[in-house]
């Protein structure tokens, strides 16, 4: 699961929900989409981006070949 980070308010409702309307009425409607866009790109790219060591079974907790922690 990706963390909202301090700063990241501004793009999600308070349900953590992207914010896909601009908080100022006046922002211009295709600015906000292309930075939303670039927003969801890091939470993204925060889910994919392998664990210090680079071991994915480590991170998940088990592999093919041996069991999940508990």
């Known amino acids: 699961m990706s963390v909202i ?41 925060e889910l994919t981006r392998p664990p210090a060591g680079g071991d994915w079974r480590r991170a998940s907790g088990g592999g093919p070949d041996r069991a999940p922690t508990v």
């Open 5 to 45: 980070r301090p700063g990241d308010e501004r793009y999600h409702y308070s349900d953590h929900s992207h914010r896909w309307i601009p908080p100022d009425p006046d922002y211009d409607q295709e600015a906000w989409n292309a930075i939303v866009r670039q927003h969801q790109q890091r939470h993204l790219a």
